[in-house]
């Protein structure tokens, strides 16, 4: 007999597998918001080179469409994109955010990038622990 899950649940199941990851790698590699440096070297290190990578390339790639993406999306909002870059909305894409959605967007940027740069390490020791991965990998 089925398990029976909520609808919500399966949403997140499918998202990793649609490009064929198991669903408690997918949590990881999208919890480095955009903090490519920490999240790769980490996941390498605690879970293998696959994942390494992989949280590489989606939090590096965010970055490049982060980018590329502000200029077009400020035609339509401006404060709402600081959570596009992530934690890189207080360095790296700092500079086109103040460009492109103006001074309060760039603080609020700034002050998201800070928050999660301090959250982002907490987020990993408890996605990580035994008893999280114990229930993510059933």
Request: some cysteine; proline content about 7%.
């Amino acid at each position: 007999t089925p398990k029976p899950s909520s609808a919500a649940s399966d949403v997140y199941k499918r998202q990793g597998y649609l490009m064929g990851v198991p669903f408690r790698d997918a949590l990881l590699v999208s919890a480095g918001m955009g903090w490519y440096s920490l999240s790769s070297v980490l996941l390498s290190a605690a879970v293998g080179t696959e994942t390494g990578t992989l949280a590489f390339l989606a939090n590096a790639l965010r970055e490049l469409l982060t980018i590329l993406g502000i200029p077009l999306l400020a035609r339509f909002c401006h404060l709402p994109l600081v959570v596009v870059g992530g934690a890189t909305s207080m360095d790296s894409t700092m500079p086109i955010l103040l460009q492109c959605a103006g001074r309060p967007a760039a603080i609020l940027g700034f002050v998201n990038g800070f928050l999660l740069s301090l959250e982002i390490p907490l987020l990993f020791a408890f996605l990580l622990s035994p008893t999280v991965s114990a229930f993510l990998n059933r």
